[in-house]
């Protein structure tokens, strides 16, 4: 009985009665906007109310859909990794075969540019030896190939076909240790010989100690050697030193790029020998 | 016994409130005896009868005057309760510990009473102090005077009739 003498509970007991009240002042005060206090205020409380439980409800969902409901996002995340490997190396073909078709096109605008006849090749493979600085190319003496005819790029000389076979070639580059190719300087027309020393470089002998020669200058083919036609670029002189001789060491960076050539022109016109010979029209052999 | 002691109580202070309202230019007494009597209820009975007694008081107020319904009920419950929770904490038997107590319940009724008006905007009070002030005082004197008079009550009865006796 004594939980039910609400003379002991005077705290709750007040309270309510002035709830009570409030109440009863509600029903019959309006605020601003017309509203019923009451209404109002019930609508405020009870709008919390529905605000916490719909946080709740969010919360849970949230977790939910977070955490436990992450096992179909993890199958089609499998499948979108999957799918992006794919379209990852579908890009990479699609790249390679964009990168040969700009190779192919400087290769088509090197055939068209140039009066010599010439063929294209791809590069089938590198050299078997690395002392010896070779490749080997898809066309042989089916094609016209012969020994001693020069390779071109876009970029300037490879080397020459030392080796054909019916359907494919060896082609000894140009900074083989045992290539050389007749060369000048284009700036001075200094004459040398352009020799491979088995590494990424090349060397200039021959070349007088007192031409005037600097780093940067091109050097082209000359075109006396009877192989390569006159006047395609072979690179660029890296440095110079003068030696204790008449002749200065010179050092060029070929200006082909050796490890990422894919095709190349098979020139099947030999230059005249003759001509190179005496050279008097060797300045303009390559152009013909 | 004492509910209806109380309930008689406040029908006598609402009905001499009503009537002395008639005399007062305005309609408005500087008295609230109604107050008066919650205040003595809840000084000798205790917080949770002094709020019922304030409550029931305030709201039939209310409801005789013009104004809104249980913003006088609920002033008057607070007040009783507190007066209520004051009188059973502390002495509250001589007259001016009294007087202190009708005083400071005047003022907190009217702050409540007219704070809850002027906060929901259904009235303006325009300088009340002195008005307050006064019923503070009119209160005051009213309870001392109430309380003097009950509590010589029972003493004068036994006095009458001892002197009857003695006749």
Known sequence: MAVLDIRRRTGYFFLAVVVGHVILISTQVTTKRGVPMLEEVVFSVFSEVQRAANGVTMGVRGTWQDYFALQQVRTENGQLKQQLGELQVRLQEERNMAQQYQALQKLLDLKASTPLMTTGAGVIAGGASPEFRTMTVDKGTHDGLRADMAVIAPAGVVGRVIQPSPRAAKVQL??????????????????????????????????????????????????????????????????????????????????????????????????????????????????? | ????????????????????????????????????????????????????????????????????????????????????????????????????????????????????????????????????????????AAGIIAFAIIESLPGAIERRKYRRSRR
């Open chain 2, 1 to 140: 016994m004492k509910t209806a002691g109380v309930l008689v109580a406040i029908a006598l202070a609402l009905a001499l409130q009503t009537s002395l309202a008639r005399f007062v230019v305005g309609g408005t007494a500087a008295l609230d005896l109604v107050l008066v009597v919650v205040v003595y209820v809840a000084l000798t009975t205790g917080p949770v009868t002094g709020m019922l007694a304030g409550s029931v008081a305030g709201i039939i107020q209310d409801a005789l005057s013009s104004g809104t319904v249980g913003i006088g009920g609920l002033a008057k419950a607070i007040v009783g309760f507190a007066a209520g929770v004051i009188g059973q904490q502390f002495i509250v038997t001589a007259a001016f510990p009294r007087f202190v107590m009708f005083v400071a319940a005047t003022v907190v009724h009217s702050a409540l009473f007219m704070g809850m008006y002027v906060v929901l905007g259904l009235k303006e009070f325009p300088s009340p102090w002195a008005a307050v002030l006064s019923q503070a005082l009119a209160n005051a």
């Open chain 1, 174 to 288: 140009l900074i083989d240790r045992n290539a050389a190719a007749g060369a000048l300087i284009e700036r001075t027309r200094a004459q040398g010989v352009v020799v491979g020393t088995g590494a990424d470089q090349l060397r200039m002998d021959y070349v007088s100690g007192s031409s005037e020669v600097k780093a940067g200058d091109t050097v082209v083919t000359s075109g006396i050697d009877g192989i390569y036609p006159k006047g395609f670029v072979i690179g660029q002189i890296q440095s110079v030193s003068r030696g204790a001789g008449q002749y200065s060491s010179i050092v060029i960076k070929p200006a082909v790029d050796f490890t990422s050539l894919e095709a190349v022109l098979i020139v099947l016109t030999p230059p005249p020998a003759t001509t190179e010979a005496t050279g008097t029209a060797g300045a303009n052999q390559g152009r013909e």
